[in-house]
């Protein structure tokens, strides 16, 4: 009987400890440390260093909408290997496309997907290469978010593996 009461004893003590492990919580506090250099810590900041006591001060969420496009884009055709020469001038967006940001061109990096390419800059300009391909590049002209600039993109795989940017004047 005691080796019972001692299983018993064993499960509801086991039983308390899952129900409790549900309300852990963490406090997150933020100070000022040296130089006024922002802090974030568990323990409350001491005297006079406390920039903001997320407990009573919670941060705002913020959803930002999604665009709403009007029509679907328009369906990809195969390339034509066209080279970049002669550039005159860069055509203006079709209506309806999305066309990406210009001023993110800078900010692709080696090791990006051709998914996060689009997503950042929209449909190149130019491409080279099959899309399924082991190699492709794809060109963007000049455009108002990155003037007098032409970026083109070398991908292995569908990742990509070169970056090369060209100063282009009129």
Not at 43 to 52: A, V
Not at 79 to 91: D, M
Not at 102 to 117: L, N, Q, T, W
């Amino acid at each position: 009987m005691n080796v019972s009461c001692a299983i018993l004893a064993r499960s509801c003590a086991l039983a308390v400890l899952i129900a409790d492990a549900g309300t852990v919580t963490a406090d997150v506090f933020k100070c000022a440390g040296e130089r006024g250099t922002p802090i974030y810590q568990e323990s409350p900041c001491p005297p006079g260093k406390e920039l903001r006591n997320f407990q009573v001060d919670p941060p705002e969420i913020t959803v930002l909408p999604a665009p709403v496009l009007t029509q679907p884009p328009p369906a990809r055709t195969k390339s034509t290997g066209n080279q970049v020469s002669g550039i005159k001038e860069p055509k203006p967006a079709k209506p309806g496309t999305v066309a990406g940001n210009a001023a993110e061109r800078k900010h692709i990096r080696s090791g990006m997907s051709e998914a996060d390419v689009i997503a950042r800059l929209g449909q190149p300009d130019v491409t080279s290469g099959a899309k399924n391909s082991k190699g492709a590049r794809w060109t963007y002209l000049p455009a108002p978010g990155d003037p007098e600039t032409i970026t083109s993109l070398t991908f292995a795989n569908g990742v990509v593996t070169g970056v090369e940017r060209k100063l282009y004047k009129k």
